[in-house]
């Protein structure tokens, strides 16, 4: 596998592993919260800790998917957005007491909204290596996975669990591409790779090659002898 692009899917992975962490703290930060607490405080500081790693791993695999992947503007575009949304929703999310005029965190629309794109991002990795049916499977798992994030609106929970499932998701996709390239399930091309050249042989032409030089070598034989036997 190409360092960089095992890097770059590596901190992807642990970026989408964070945010799974911070879904879990935010969530449990709400249900005790009390400004009175040196707990809820300490756990306050863990949350927004644990976000913004969760950022810096996204935004580094970006960089390193774009200086890697030969080609594929379109995913890294995408999932550059992508990034760019989650970031712009966690704000919102985080400070929705203040932007509660536009932002509804318990929005039933906003969660199928929020679904729907995350679903294509995902869906467009397809083209790391398409027509793989494996990876085409890891793929539409996924998508459903991310489809059904936004039922939790319906059980009265607010977008962190759409953005929960969603990080669950993209743990399992890149996942299941590093297992596959390390397995040679599936090949990625990247900038700097070299090139395999498959070497060919004939044997029929070996042989021919090899009875013409027998044939060479008995030849001199026989003259050597003759003209031994004349002197």
């Not at 030969?70 to 957005?81: A, P, T």
Request: glycine share 6%.
């Amino acid at each position: 596998m190409h360092k960089k692009l095992s890097l770059g899917l590596y901190a992807a992975f642990a970026g989408n592993l964070l945010f799974v962490l911070f879904a879990v703290l935010a969530y449990w930060y709400y249900k005790i919260y009390d400004p009175s607490s040196g707990f809820v405080k300490f756990l306050e500081k863990a949350t927004y800790t644990t976000l913004f790693l969760g950022f810096i791993s996204l935004v580094a695999s970006e960089v390193l998917f774009c200086m890697t992947l030969r080609m594929r503007r379109l995913l890294k575009s995408v999932y550059g957005l992508y990034i760019v949304m989650e970031a712009v929703m966690m704000y919102l999310e985080l400070n929705s007491a203040r932007y509660r005029r536009f932002y509804e965190p318990y929005s039933f629309k906003l969660a199928v909204i929020h679904s729907l794109l995350s679903a294509v991002v995902c869906f467009i990795f397809v083209y790391l290596d398409p027509y793989k049916v494996n990876f085409e499977v890891v793929i539409i798992v996924c998508i459903g996975l991310i489809m059904g994030g936004m039922f939790g609106n319906l059980m009265g929970i607010r977008i962190y669990f759409s953005i929960l499932v969603n990080a669950i998701a993209y743990s399992l996709m890149f996942g299941a591409i590093i297992y596959m390239l390390k397995k040679e399930i599936i090949e990625i091309d990247c900038y700097g790779d070299s090139a395999r050249v498959a070497e060919y042989k004939s044997v029929f032409f070996e042989e021919e090659v090899d009875d013409d030089e027998a044939e060479d070598e008995s030849e001199s034989t026989e003259d050597t002898d003759n003209k031994t036997e004349q002197k």
